[in-house]
């Protein structure tokens, strides 16, 4: 007997009327009564009485009733377990996960103490920090990127600036745009990174259009391209800088969304409860 049948039996045992129980179920009400005489059918018995009120178990849905609720409370327990057992990966982009804030990982681990978790910290050719590969159950990352297939939801928005050299001519500015920085040198992300990516850390500007810097995989190697050889680079307000560098706001530049993200084809309850505390939920 199929759990699904089970769980749709149960719905309008508890409901007494179709329309409430297809409501519950997200679903339609035609298919719902298919699948009840369906399992009715295969037990050779009546489980429901149908009126224009609605509908009552007879004695023998009753029955099932019972045997249906402790099957499923059975299934329910045994996947909460498998869930619980299993590795969970979280991808991340430079510090994203610290970035997401101390509460997430309390929170997480309070609701589910038996799950092991594992990092998973990609380069900048990556920004879904392979989610797509299946490296990842989750990310933690910034937009913007290709989200076919991917659901992603916004954590919040960061002002970007231009980093500089504590001595640079425009590090003393209150705010700068990026015209300001048209003849430096711009670190470039390696060839094949995704293009949405790419070019908004071009300082939104198609590649190519920018004085070409060093070539930089990770925000260490762009800080340092910038300490070493004064090459433009944008951060997102909060990142922390090194001595030497300084942070000045661009207000022509788009706010960097922290956002965390999930392969839309392989959500989970477990990926679900992990969205919902990231936006502030338990």
């Given at each position: ?7 749709y039996f149960v719905?309008?045992a508890?409901e007494?009327?179709f ?8 679903m339609?009400q035609?298919?719902?009564?298919r699948a009840i005489?369906?399992l009715?059918?295969d ?7 149908r009126?224009?009120a609605?509908?009552e178990?007879?004695?023998a849905g009753t029955?099932l009733?019972?045997?249906?609720r402790?099957l499923l409370?059975q299934?329910?327990r ?8 299993a590795?969970?990966t979280i ?9 997401a ?9 309070r609701?589910h ?6 990092f998973?910290?990609?380069d900048f ?5 392979g989610?797509?590969?299946?490296l ?7 937009s913007p990127f ?6 992603v ?11 500089l050299?504590?001595g640079?001519p425009?590090?003393g500015?209150?705010?700068?745009k ?7 040198p711009?670190?470039q992300?390696?060839?094949g990174t ?11 500007a198609?590649?190519g259009?920018?004085p070409a ?5 990770t925000v260490s190697?762009c800080?340092q ?11 997102p307000?909060?990142h ?13 530049m788009?706010?960097?969304p922290?956002v ?5 084809g392989?959500e989970?309850?477990?990926i679900r409860?992990f969205?919902?505390i990231a936006?502030g939920?338990?």
């Open positions: 007997m199929e759990l699904r049948l089970l769980r719905a309008v508890e007494r009327h329309g409430r129980a297809a409501a519950r179920l997200h339609t035609p298919p719902l009564s005489r369906q009715e059918n037990l050779g018995v009546v489980l429901l009485l009126s224009a609605g509908v178990p007879t004695a029955t009733y019972a045997e249906a402790t409370d299934a329910d045994a996947r909460a377990r498998v869930t619980a057992a590795t969970f991808g991340t982009l430079a510090d994203g996960a610290g970035e804030g101390t509460r997430l990982a309390a929170a997480f681990r609701l103490p038996e799950v092991s978790i594992r998973r910290e990609a050719t990556d920004p879904t920090t989610l797509r590969a299946g990842a159950d989750v990310a933690l990352t910034r290709d989200e076919t297939g991917i659901s939801r916004v954590l919040r928005s960061d002002p970007v600036g231009l980093v050299r504590t640079d425009l590090a500015r209150a705010s700068l990026l015209a300001d920085a048209a003849d430096r711009w670190f992300l390696p060839e995704d293009p949405l990516w790419r070019a908004y850390w071009n300082g939104a198609p590649v259009e920018r810097g060093p070539v930089v995989r190697e800080l391209a910038v300490l070493w050889n004064g090459s433009a680079g944008i951060a307000l909060g922390a800088l090194p001595d030497g560098l300084t942070w000045v706001p661009l207000t022509d788009p706010p960097s922290l965390v993200a999930w392969m839309t392989r989970s309850p477990l409860s969205a919902r936006l939920g338990v």
